[in-house]
Each structure stands twice: as structure tokens, then as C-alpha cells.
């Protein structure tokens, strides 16, 4: 069955530093998002991305996050400059269009020291 | 905003019992409401969903059940097994637009054997 990868599984980073988080959605897919969670918090969507760019972002996602899709198969998240809040586990998820059901990867634990 | 609020945050049944998890949400536009399961070092997977249109879903042990008037879905897992134990999430969403998930906090079901 097809599934969502994403990389590292669990990043470490000094504060101020920049990290990009990488996810390949399932191959037909048209729809991707990014969504983190706190640790203890709820699922917090941080933007979607359709037809090459941004179609929806959050409040959290400032001018120190970035997607790309670089290629017909990466979903990139690239944070600038790391916070200390910035730790949380990064869920990357793919649709396609005819479903409602998104998938979504093992995610990427990402501390910020 | 858009919120969802669901309950409990834990929840411990013995094996063979069944388990009822409630979420409510804020926007009456919301139409579809998936629930995910997310076990330790995977991503969410999603178990059941059901839309507005429909008051209730049954997929074998697996059930949800949605009151548009009130606000409000639940899932409801008959005859528990240990396998079962895992954190589920409840969503909503609109059919159209971005399609972005608003999660619930999250339950953390416990079945002991």
C-alpha cells in the first residue's frame, strides 16, 4: 500500500539554526500539508499547498517557514532561523483529488536546544 | 475560530468493554469529520469517517455517530481488545477549499487485558 515517507525521523538543531524536513507524498496525490504537534497539544495545521504553491496557511506560519516541492515527488518544510517553541513533532500529509481522506507520514521530531 | 474539543484525554477499559470518545466542534460548516488512530512512532492513520450527511457509520467493531444540530460526533468501539490501545484523534473539515484538518486534542485509550 502506498504510504507518505518523511526525513529524519528525529532532528536535533541549535536555536537560530535552519533545518528542512522532507516528506515524499504518495505518488498521485495533488494535495500536501504541513502539521505540527507540541508535545501534549493537539494537531495544529500549518499550511497547504496545491498546484505548486501556497493555498492555505496558519498564523504560525510565519515568514520563517517555507515549502517547496523541488521535484515531482518532494514536499519540503524549510524553518529559517530555530526557536526554542519550534520543537514539535512535524506530521507531512498528501490527498488526492478525489477523496476527503488525507495521509499522513510517521512525522519528524524536531528539537530545538 | 475553528475549533474542535474532544473527550476524555484518557481513557482505561477492560478488555472485551467498549469505548466512546466525544469531540464537538465550533464551525457549523464543517461537513466531514474523519477520525484517526495514532500508534507509538507512526503517524495518524485514519479508522473511520463520515460526513454530514449521514448520522451514523459502522465499519465492523468501529462506529461514529454525528449530530449536526448539536455539533457534535462520536466514535464508539465495541468489544475492546489490546490492540486497540492508542491515542485517537477526532478532525473536521470542509469539502471544498483546502481541505486542512482541525484535530482534536487527542484520546489516549487504554484496553487492559
Known amino acids: 500500500e502506498p504510504e507518505v515517507t518523511q526525513t529524519p525521523s528525529h532532528q536535533v538543531t541549535q536555536m537560530g539554526q535552519e533545518v528542512i524536513l522532507r516528506c515524499v507524498p504518495i505518488?498521485?496525490?495533488?494535495?500536501f500539508y504541513w502539521y505540527r504537534q507540541i508535545l501534549g497539544q493537539k494537531v495544529e495545521f500549518l499550511v497547504s499547498?496545491?498546484?505548486?504553491?501556497?493555498?492555505?496557511k496558519s498564523e504560525i506560519f510565519d515568514d520563517q517557514f517555507s515549502v517547496e516541492r523541488p521535484d515531482g515527488s518532494n514536499f519540503t518544510l524549510k524553518i529559517r532561523s530555530t526557536k526554542l517553541e519550534d520543537s514539535a513533532m512535524y506530521f507531512c500529509?498528501?490527498?488526492?483529488?478525489?477523496?476527503?481522506?488525507?495521509?499522513f507520514g510517521p512525522g519528524t521530531r524536531l528539537t530545538v536546544t | 475560530g475553528e475549533n474542535v474539543e474532544q473527550h476524555p484525554s484518557t481513557l482505561s477499559v477492560q478488555e472485551g468493554d467498549s469505548a466512546v470518545i466525544k469531540c464537538t466542534y465550533s464551525?457549523?460548516?464543517?461537513?466531514?469529520f474523519p477520525w484517526y488512530k495514532q500508534e507509538l512512532g507512526k503517524g495518524p492513520q485514519l479508522i473511520i469517517d463520515?460526513?454530514?450527511?449521514?448520522g451514523e457509520k459502522k465499519d465492523q467493531r468501529i462506529a461514529v455517530t454525528l449530530n449536526k444540530t448539536a455539533k457534535h460526533f462520536s466514535l464508539h468501539i465495541t468489544e475492546t481488545q489490546p490492540e486497540d490501545s492508542a491515542v485517537y484523534f477526532c478532525a473536521a473539515t470542509f469539502t471544498s477549499g483546502t481541505y486542512k484538518y482541525i484535530f482534536g486534542t487527542g484520546t489516549r485509550l487504554k484496553v487492559l487485558a
Open positions: 464551525d457549523s460548516a464543517s461537513n466531514y
Open positions: 505518488s498521485n496525490h495533488l494535495y
Open positions: 499547498f496545491y498546484n505548486n504553491e501556497i493555498s492555505e
Open positions: 463520515i460526513r454530514s450527511n449521514v
Open positions: 500529509a498528501s490527498k488526492n483529488f478525489d477523496t476527503y481522506e488525507q495521509y
